[in-house]
């Protein structure tokens, strides 16, 4: 199996996600009580490289356990609560295409966090990659600046506000992720952490909801499906593609990913975008991926 083919099979399943997740919503589970058990979930699939580190773990320093902080519990367990909760405002498939601003968000973070310098192409593209988005949400920001045909809902802008807070909670994660991998944690203890602190997070607001909390056995076999087929397989399959590939490669097959999804939402979710949506899509799609292949 070629290293192409690995990362789309890694795509299609990353997809499905989304298949999962946007109907586990509608049958009434609260996105706060997906994205808990989630983290709970995969928090016991690697509790046993936790509890290797258990004696050394009083010897983390306090800027390793913020780097922690900020991957776990912003990174994965914020940004994914929002990235859940953004489904119950927007058309999913907008979601995901305005997740492919990750890049410039975690470009500029490095540049702030790592010194990682800035190039003037990189602002170009950005700029494209800002049109695009524009694009995808043109009736919004027509709506906001005034044309009196369109009215912006309060719930457009709360699914606007929690996609930016995962877009900027996941690129966050990816900067401090390379912090705490320049400071020598490997891949499963970074991976372990993150969903440890993303558990510390989630758990106290889990308890202090005030709806009452129910999950019956069907839903929490689709929670435990979601982590395996988009979570773990799809991460076992992306890695031996990235073996097999170079990274600018990888991430240039990454632009699957979308496609799929919104394919997929279409499909099975009737969940349809405009031309212009499509369009603005297409543009952002284009920016992010040059800026990620170009390393700019």
């Not at 589970?29 to 058990?37: C, D, F, N």
């Not at 506000?161 to 203890?189: D, M, N, P, R």
Request: aromatic content about 16%; glycine content about 8%.
């Amino acid at each position: 199996m070629s290293g192409i083919a690995f990362v789309l099979v890694a795509c299609f399943l990353w997809a499905i996600d989304t298949l999962i997740r946007y109907p586990l919503i509608e049958s009434g589970l609260s996105p706060l009580h997906i994205v808990t058990y989630e983290h709970i979930i995969l928090l016991l699939i690697f509790s046993y490289f936790l509890i290797k580190k258990v004696k050394t773990m009083g010897e983390l320093r306090l800027s390793h356990i913020f780097y922690f902080f900020i991957v776990g519990g912003l990174g994965s367990a914020i940004a994914t609560l929002c990235f859940t909760r953004a489904f119950t405002y927007l058309n999913p498939s907008l979601v995901i295409l305005l997740q492919k601003f990750q890049p410039l968000v975690a470009i500029i973070l490095a540049k702030l966090v790592l010194k990682e310098p800035i190039q003037k192409k990189f602002i170009f593209w950005a700029l494209i990659c800002l049109f695009g988005g524009l694009l995808i949400g043109h009736q919004d920001v027509e709506a906001l600046f005034g044309n009196s045909s369109i009215e912006l809902s309060e719930q457009n802008g709360f699914g606007y506000l929690f996609a930016f807070i995962a877009i900027i909670g996941w690129g966050a994660s990816t900067v401090f992720g390379k912090k705490l991998s320049l400071s020598g944690y490997t891949e499963i203890e970074i991976m372990s952490g993150r969903f440890f602190f993303g558990a510390l997070v989630l758990i106290p607001f889990f308890f202090s909801y005030s709806q009452e909390y129910s999950i019956n056995s069907e839903q929490l076999f689709k929670i435990s499906m979601m982590i395996l087929i988009s979570g773990i397989l799809a991460m076992f399959f992306y890695y031996q593609g990235l073996k097999k590939l170079s990274a600018r490669t990888c991430i240039l097959a990454d632009m699957f990913f979308p496609f799929c999804a919104v394919i997929a939402n279409w499909v099975f979710l009737s969940k349809s975008l405009t031309p212009g949506q499509i369009l603005g899509g297409l543009i952002l799609l284009l920016g992010s991926s040059i800026i990620q292949v170009k390393q700019y």
